[in-house]
């Protein structure tokens, strides 16, 4: 690919995504809908003004690292602590009840098959594409009905938080068992050494960090380092131990999390993202995705694929919200506030695709569910807490 080429195609890429996005906003959907529907608009599917090229498949991945950086910078160790087994507990259940859902689902589409083998892991990574939650719309729902702060909103933001840490771990466990060489134990040692290496070298980073963040407040420098540090922890987690390079981004966010400057080393990383680096990547989900590979079958399991991916996260974290001391319209705003999905599991489809675990046209139905989750979960909510006011 050419110079002009490469430019004319960015140049599209960003207008468009933009365009796009800001008319989800308008219509209350997450921006990111915005930015696949503009890939799929300029991509082969319908008129085919871009093409996937290897330098956009590279602007995509630091895309996905600086959106998992800034999940990361967003991790509040504080309310992890405060709200502690009650949301552990629920973004346990959060995780497992539809990854055992998801897998069953696929099976029951494309054929049962043993344990281990290729259909297998297919089946689990499409399960693990659910146990993904994106808080934001949940979040902004209860910051409008002034719920955020009560004890059930700090549980399901707490709970989410978790999940994704949760769902992120999975994620580089069946990914490497994609590697036939992979035992059981090896893939364990490997996601434990990584995690006791990061906690070491986070506790030392941190504390270095936290003395140039307070000798030198808001400086550009503390930023520069969290990105490269950032893109060192996925190349280190990829490279050294075979798990998801995203995993590695996530954790340098969450090292970096508890600095005073937390809030400005996210927002200068938000630029880069917002600007070129975000829409790049939602665009090229677009790219990516053939709708002239779509038949009855899938659009068909997508719509299945939507209703077991609401209704598990309903079903497994109120219930455990239930099990918990949330009683009752308390529990199911729980399960409610938890059903959303967003760009964690677009990031976890891409990496499916990259592994060869899961094929393109199944992001038809990730986008789906995306889109539906994110409509009905602040109407769900609004109706719940209206009812609750009324039974008052």
């Given at each position: 690919m050419d110079k002009l080429t490469i430019l004319r195609d960015i140049s599209i890429i960003i207008i468009t995504a933009k365009f796009f996005g800001?008319?989800?906003?308008?219509l209350k959907m997450p921006q990111?809908?915005?930015?696949?529907?503009?890939?799929?608009?300029?991509?082969p599917s319908v008129l085919g003004f871009?093409?996937?090229?290897?330098?956009?498949?590279?602007?995509?991945?630091?895309?996905?690292?600086?959106?998992?950086?800034?999940?990361?910078?967003?991790t509040s160790i504080t309310q992890l602590k405060k709200t502690g087994i009650k949301a552990t507990l629920i973004a346990c259940a959060g995780v497992f009840v539809p990854l055992v859902c998801g897998t069953i689902l696929y099976m029951c589409f494309y054929g049962f098959s043993s344990f281990g083998n290729e259909a297998f892991l297919r089946a689990v990574f499409i399960g693990t594409i659910l146990t993904a939650t994106s808080v934001s719309i949940t979040v902004q729902a209860l910051k409008e009905l002034g719920k955020l702060?009560?004890?059930?909103?700090?549980?399901?933001?707490?709970?989410?938080?978790?999940?994704d840490v949760?769902?992120?771990?999975?994620?580089?466990?069946?990914?490497?068992?994609?590697?036939?060489?992979n035992k059981v134990s090896d893939v364990f040692l490997r996601t434990a050494g990584f995690f006791v290496l990061a906690v070491v070298f986070g506790i030392v980073i941190f504390k270095i960090l936290k003395v140039i963040d307070k000798k030198y407040?808001?400086?550009?420098?503390?930023?520069?380092?969290g990105l490269a540090l950032a893109l060192a922890l996925s190349y280190v987690a990829d490279r050294y131990f075979g798990i998801a390079d995203i995993t590695g981004a996530f954790v340098a966010?969450?090292?970096?999390?508890?600095?005073?400057?937390?809030?400005y080393i996210d927002r200068k990383m938000d630029v880069n993202s917002y600007m070129i680096f975000g829409p790049v990547?939602?665009?090229?989900?677009?790219?990516?995705?053939?709708?002239?590979?779509?038949?009855?079958?899938?659009?068909?399991?997508?719509?299945?694929?939507?209703?077991?991916?609401l209704l598990s996260k309903i079903a497994g974290c109120g219930l455990v919200g239930e099990l918990s001391g949330f009683k009752g319209k308390n529990a199911l705003k729980i399960g409610v506030g938890m059903m959303t999905r967003g760009e964690v599991a677009l990031i976890v489809s891409k990496r499916g695709l990259e592994a060869g675990m899961m094929e393109s046209k199944f992001f038809t139905s990730v986008i789906l569910l995306i889109v539906v989750s994110s409509i009905l979960t602040p109407v769900f909510l609004k109706l719940l807490y209206k009812e609750s006011k009324s039974v008052v």
């Open positions: 800001l008319v989800a906003r308008k990111v809908v915005g930015g696949i529907i503009a890939g799929l608009l300029i991509g871009v093409e996937l090229s290897d330098f956009i498949s590279g602007t995509a991945e630091i895309g996905v690292i600086l959106l998992m950086f800034s999940a990361g910078l967003e702060t009560e004890e059930t909103g700090t549980t399901i933001l707490s709970a989410a938080i978790i999940d949760i769902g992120i771990l999975v994620l580089t466990i069946v990914i490497s068992f994609r590697d036939p060489n407040p808001h400086t550009q420098r503390i930023p520069i380092i966010g969450i090292i970096m999390s508890s600095l005073d400057d937390s809030k990547f939602f665009a090229s989900i677009g790219l990516q995705t053939d709708l002239h590979t779509i038949d009855t079958t899938i659009l068909l399991f997508s719509l299945c694929f939507v209703i077991v991916g």
